[in-house]
């Protein structure tokens, strides 16, 4: 039974860099989050995927950051030509369906901590 | 505007006592609450949840309280121990349609002390 992963766990990147960050849901989960926490902070909503449809990226702070979905299973977030701002934990989490049983329950993964120099 | 609110950064409580964590929101549209417990270098997981309909939702040692006309919630954990030290973390989301996202608060460090 394994739980959310996300790879890599820690990313060290200058200034400028483009990186990416893998999360692979719960299999099954049809709903998939991806949200951004700082330091002292609590997570902070990105992006929203049903399947392999982004339904909500209204939480993406700039047209750097772009996320997708393609086969509706493993998700990417990619952010391009990154700033020191973007230093962060990413979380990514999944769960099924609303409607099923009236009540959801997000699974996160452990998070990916990136760091920009 | 934060529309979670958490204004306890850190709790500190003695093993076998009551802890309460505290939570106030602004947003009258949310309906669903829950509460994340989180160790270090780990996410958030799932302890309990309150629908706006209920005003109380009990699961083992866990407690959670819905004053929906003060906006508050709470997290009673009775007794404590020492395992509960963690971060926890208010998050409330808007029920219907795909609209999912939860809106989280900045968290309490909880500490139960031997």
């Known amino acids: 039974g394994a739980g959310v992963s996300q790879s890599p766990r820690y990313k060290v990147a200058k200034r400028g860099q483009d990186v990416a960050l893998r999360c692979d849901p719960i299999?099954?989960?049809?709903?998939l989050f991806w949200y951004q926490q700082a330091l002292g902070q609590g997570p902070e909503f990105l992006t929203y995927f049903q399947n392999e449809a982004q339904l909500d990226k209204s939480g993406l702070p700039s047209d750097r950051f772009f996320a997708e979905r393609p086969e509706g299973s493993v998700s990417t977030l990619k952010i391009q030509r990154t700033q020191q701002e973007d230093s962060a934990v990413y979380l990514c989490a999944s769960s099924l369906q609303k409607g099923l049983a009236g009540f959801y329950e997000q699974y996160f993964g452990p998070g990916t901590r990136l760091t920009v120099t | 505007d934060q529309q979670v609110k958490q204004n306890s950064p850190s709790l500190s409580v003695q093993e076998g006592r009551i802890s309460i964590l505290n939570c106030d929101y602004t947003n009258s549209m949310f309906d669903y609450f829950l509460w994340y417990k989180k160790y270090p270098a780990e996410g958030p997981t799932f302890l309990i949840s309150i629908s706006s309909i209920k005003d109380k939702n009990e699961d083992g040692r866990f407690t959670v309280f819905l004053n929906k006309s003060a906006k508050h919630l709470s997290l009673h954990i009775v007794p404590s121990q020492p395992g509960d030290s963690a971060v926890y973390f208010c998050?409330?989301?808007?029920?219907?349609?795909?609209?999912?996202?939860?809106?989280f608060g900045k968290g309490t460090l909880l500490t139960v002390n031997p």
């Open positions: 998050a409330a989301s808007v029920g219907g349609g795909s609209n999912y996202k939860l809106t």
């Open positions: 299999s099954g989960h049809v709903s």
